[in-house]
Every structure is written in C-alpha cells, then in structure tokens.
C-alpha cells in the first residue's frame, strides 16, 4: 500500500519505517525542514535502538521516503496516518491544534478517496472533530471524495520500540466502516502471521480511550507501588520482597510493579492528566486518577527527602554523583524526567552535581538541565564518581546493574549510595560497610 505518515517524532517515525519494512511504500511528512534534511540523509533526531539501519536501508529500497509537503503526497496514497503532537495545553487537556491543523489540510488537498487514521494519543470526540474538519473543507471546494477516519492508537514504548510495532501484543483499529476495518486488516496482517486474534476491532470512541485507559492504568500500578514502597519503610518491611510476594499471583503480575523515584516520560504524565480533564468535562471527578498523579508528584521528590534528611536542608558544600538522567534506560529522552526535579531540588539546596548518563547528557545540558547551576557532566560513570560526597542512581541503565563497588567506595569521599531504582543487594552493600539508601525499605 501507499502510506502517508504525518508528524515523523517517535510514534511517527517508527510507524512510517516498520510499515515500510512489511512493503508499504511510506512517506514520512514534517515541517520541520532541517528534520527532514536529515532524515532523507538517515539522520535519526531520536536515539531508538535498530532504528538507524531499518530508516537506511528502506532509504536505498525507496520503500521510506520524506518530504515536508503533504499537499504533494496525498495523491496516490491509500492510508494517511496522523501522527503530530498532541502537547499538553494549559488546562492539561490535549492539545488537538496540530492534529485539526493536519486534518484541514487533508481536505484542502486530497483528490482521490482516503483513509485518515488518527495515530497520536487523542481524547475521545477527536476522529468526530477530524471528520468534521476534512468534510468542512471538501464542501468548500464542492469535491465529493469518500474518506473515513480510523483511530489506531499507537503502544509502543520507547527504547524498545521497534520491536513493539512489528510484534506487537495487540494493535487496536476504531473505525465505524467495514471497507476502512477491511484495509486496515490487511494492513497489519503481515504483523500477525499466526493470528489475526490480536488486531482487535472496535468503534471509534472506544478505541480513543483504550490508549488513555492503558497508559492511565499502568500509571496507576507504579504509583501503587510507590505508595506502598513509603508504607513499607515505616513499617520495617521490604518492598522487593513484598513485589515478588505479590507479583506471584497470576492475577496481579510482575510486571509494572517495581517502585523507583515515579514515572515520567512523553506519554504517563501527559495521559493520566488528559483523561482526568476529560472526566472533569464531563462532570466527574476522577478521585483515584487524580491521587495517581499526585503519589507521582510527591515520589520525585523521595530520594531528594532522603538526601536532605541525612545532609541537613542545607546542602552547600557537598558533591552527588548522579548516575542516570534520561527517564527511563534506553533513551536520551528526559520529558518529565525524575532526575530533573531531583537535580534541581538538590542544586537549590546548595549542592554540586557530578553528572553521568550513557545517552541523555546532550539533552540534559542543552535543553532540559540547561539553566541549572553546579551541574559538571562526565563522559564515564566512575569519573563522575570521583570526590562526592555520595552517589545517586536516578535510572537503571543495564551498565549500573553491577559496578565494581570496590572501585565505588575507592573514588566516593564517603559510601553512600542512594538508590532510586533499588538496584543493588542490600546485604551486600552492608556487607562493605556502603550506607545504602533505596526506595521501599528502611536504611
Ligand atoms: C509508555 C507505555 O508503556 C506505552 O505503551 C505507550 O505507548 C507510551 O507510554 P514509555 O513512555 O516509552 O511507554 O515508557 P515505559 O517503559 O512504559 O515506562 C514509563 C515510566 O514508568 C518510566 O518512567 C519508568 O521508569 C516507569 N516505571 C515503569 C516504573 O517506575 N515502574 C515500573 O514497574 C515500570
């Protein structure tokens, strides 16, 4: 098929590349000129494992390519997917601008008949509003060309995202027209080899909140967990143990279970707040989403508490080497980033910040970190460790996983480790004399 990808940011990206690998010829849209420039060179804005080669390699077989004009690619093409921002807007609802932006110009320019799917993460009403859009600007040139729109959200997690999209659990298409279900089905049938079970079909409202329900309730897990990582200080219990004790039962799951310094990212965040906006339009409060949020709030700011509670408020004069920006292991991505509130509560107090991430320093120190004092940003993890006063983990790239501790207590002024990711043994730090701080259980 001929696929139009409109926005090429990470959903758009990855989507417009794996379609191309199963055979679609794909053209990724932008209008961000230098972006483009760079892309039709392989040049990928995004740091995404595996990605790099799959975009040049469908470069050379012309089956990937980029442009930055819609209008001129909308001919001949049989699926447009819509796949710009959609930025969180002052009130914390989605904003749909660049979507309906698209949209309108979808109707000014398409000649032959479409399928308009929406791919970013858009509140329920929005293929309704997208439809209204493209019809509005077809009457206005009296053209009569058949068009439906399909949502198709889009699951998959960064720094493991091309695997997600070409093997995905399920893929999920709302459309209220058979033809649109039936070329969306073929679509995707390459994906499913054994089973089409997994492309599950639905109307389109429906499909619109699946995609806030999953995030919001994967939310809602971690932020369990936080909640019940504090409880477990105070009552001299152990978190890790208490996860396996519960991630045993089948109907709980091990997964998304694991307490750390709160959940951050492009998507949890932004999606807890718009389908709370969304219910409160409606009428409703939204009383456990809500807390969702605010257990997330107050967790960024557990390994800082700890810091202070042991240094006094006042930390001038001392030196933490942080391990890990980005907001998860990975990715260079810091959007909401625990490190970044931790790292600006630690520097407002007065502290020095001896950074290291594997992938995230560029974003940190021109973008996110960019206005903070104090930071010195290190090329390799023990460098940074020379001289702090303690070290903090912030994400668990596999590369912390197991350090040389001998080496760690070596270059660190004192042992002290504060763990917000609760990756190492405890025991075993007690056993080197480290003091060892992590999330859920007591010091
Ligand atoms: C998420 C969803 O998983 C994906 O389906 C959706 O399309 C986009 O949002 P992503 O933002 O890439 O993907 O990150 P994910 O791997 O889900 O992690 C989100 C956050 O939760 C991270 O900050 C991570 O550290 C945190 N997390 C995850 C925990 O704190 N504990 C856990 O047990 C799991």
């Not at 990756?423 to 007690?430: A, E, R, T, V």
Request: aromatic share 10%.
């Amino acid at each position: 098929m001929n696929l139009t990808v409109i926005g090429t940011g990470y959903v758009g990206l990855v989507s417009g590349t794996c379609f191309a690998e199963m055979g679609n010829t794909v053209t990724c849209i932008d209008v961000d000129e230098n972006k483009i420039k760079g892309l039709k060179k392989g040049i990928i804005p995004i740091y995404e494992p595996g990605l790099e080669p799959m975009v040049k390699r469908n470069i050379e077989n012309n089956t990937l390519l980029f442009s930055t004009s819609l209008k001129d690619n909308l001919n001949q093409c049989d699926v447009a997917f819509i796949a710009v921002g959609t930025p969180m807007g002052e009130d914390g609802s989605a904003d749909l601008k660049y979507v309906l932006q698209v949209a309108k110009e979808i109707g000014e320019h398409m000649s032959t008949p479409l399928i308009v799917v929406d791919k970013s993460t858009v509140p329920v009403g929005t293929a309704d509003k997208v439809r209204e859009t493209i019809a509005k600007e077809l009457k206005k040139r009296n053209a009569d060309i058949e068009f439906h729109v399909v949502s198709n959200p889009e699951f998959l997690k960064e720094g493991d995202a091309i695997n997600d999209f070409l093997k995905p659990d399920r893929v999920v298409v709302g459309s209220d027209d058979d033809s649109a279900t039936k070329i969306m089905r073929n679509l995707y049938s390459p994906f499913f080899r054994s089973s089409m079970d997994r492309l599950i079909t639905m109307d389109v409202r429906s499909a619109e909140m699946t995609k806030y329900v999953a995030n919001a309730m994967l939310a809602t897990k971690i932020s369990f967990m936080n909640e019940v990582a504090n409880i477990c200080e105070l009552v001299d219990a152990d978190v890790n143990k208490v996860r396996i004790g519960i991630g045993s039962d089948s109907r709980i799951g091990y997964s998304f279970i694991y307490p750390g310094s709160g959940y951050g990212g492009s998507c949890f965040p932004k999606d807890v707040k718009a389908l709370k906006r969304t219910a409160e339009e409606h009428g409703y409060t939204p009383e456990l989403i809500k807390a969702v949020e605010d257990v997330n709030d107050r967790q960024k700011f557990v390994i800082a508490k700890k810091v202070t509670e042991k240094y006094g408020e006042d930390l001038s004069g001392l030196t933490f080497a942080v391990w890990g920006l980005s907001f998860k292991p990975g990715t260079d991505d810091m959007r909401e980033a625990p490190a970044i509130y931790i790292i600006k509560e630690l520097t407002k107090r007065g502290a020095k910040i001896n950074a290291y991430d594997p992938k995230a320093m560029d974003e940190a120190q021109h973008f996110y970190l960019k206005d903070v004092p104090n930071i010195t940003y290190f090329t390799a993890k023990y460098a940074a460790l020379e001289n702090a006063d303690a070290m903090i983990l912030l994400t668990e790239w596999k590369e912390f996983r197991a350090p040389d501790f001998g080496e760690l207590k070596k270059l660190l002024k004192s042992a002290v480790i504060f763990d917000g990711r609760n990756q190492y043994d405890h025991d075993k730090l007690k056993s080197m004399e480290f003091e060892y701080y992590q999330i859920g259980k007591k010091s």
